[in-house]
């Protein structure tokens, strides 16, 4: 089925590293999301990009969505302490019964950042 | 505005039993999603609900059911329980049907012993 793949699933860094996850889709995706979920949490909204292509930044974050729609990523310049959780990327696919989509997270990636 | 608010927090049931878990959106939005989250399987979409009626269905077995009412708080049933199903049960609410920007609840942390 369509699904949603998200990589490295773990990322241990030091801090003021960068750090990168990436996410793939199987099928060509309306729009992306983004979520951190911090431990012990849920899910936060961060952003969500529609355009082929696009590029968003909050502050030292940035944020791809693939020329194709099928790929996104998301990049922290210089992590800090705060920057620990949980990164989701998730996209709303299309199937079954319904002809609305329902948003697939990816399986997340967990940023651990020493000190 | 109050966020997405979630009861009970915390709950305790035997295998066999049955649950409901409730959830209120934030004011103004009508679409109420469902998600159950495991460290194996990650973050699962169960059902979505929009106007009082259920737009979209995860792959979960018909032991998971749901309903909204005309305020659009949802509930959330779960019959019969099994181990298995020992999760954080996650509500999120959004301005839009299908996907769009959610907000979501605390979660409510199910055990099934």
């Known amino acids: 089925g369509q699904q949603v793949m998200q990589i490295p699933q773990y990322q241990h860094v030091q801090e003021g590293e960068d750090f990168t996850t990436y996410c793939n889709s199987s099928?060509?995706?309306?729009?992306i999301q983004w979520y951190k979920q911090r431990p012990g949490g849920h899910p936060v909204f961060l952003i969500q990009?529609?355009?082929?292509?696009e590029v968003k930044k909050q502050k030292r974050l940035t944020f791809q969505f693939g020329e194709a729609k099928k790929n996104s990523s998301l990049h922290i310049t210089a992590t800090q302490t705060t920057d620990v959780g949980t990164y989701f990327c998730?996209?709303?696919?299309?199937?079954?019964?319904?002809?609305?989509?329902?948003?697939?997270f990816g399986q997340g990636t967990t940023l651990q950042v020493k000190p | 505005k109050a966020g997405v608010t979630q009861t009970p927090r915390y709950l305790i049931k035997t295998r066999g039993q049955q649950v409901t878990l409730s959830c209120s959106p934030i004011?103004?939005?009508?679409?109420v999603s469902w998600y159950q989250q495991t460290p194996g399987q990650g973050l699962q979409f169960l059902f979505e609900?929009?106007?009082?009626?259920?737009?979209n269905k995860g792959n979960f077995p018909g032991r998971f059911s749901g309903r909204q009412f005309s305020n659009s708080r949802s509930e959330m049933n779960v019959s019969t329980l099994e181990l298995g199903d020992s999760a954080l049960y996650l509500c999120?609410?959004?301005?839009?049907?299908?996907?769009?920007?959610?907000?979501f609840g605390p979660g409510t942390r199910l055990t099934v012993t």
């Open positions: 990009l529609v355009k082929s292509g």
């Open positions: 998730a996209g709303p696919i299309v199937g079954g019964s319904s002809n609305t989509g329902k948003l697939i």
């Open positions: 609900y929009f106007s009082e009626t259920q737009r």
């Open positions: 004011s103004g939005h009508r679409s």
């Open positions: 099928t060509t995706l309306s729009n």
């Open positions: 999120a609410s959004s301005l839009v049907l299908a996907a769009g920007e959610q907000y």
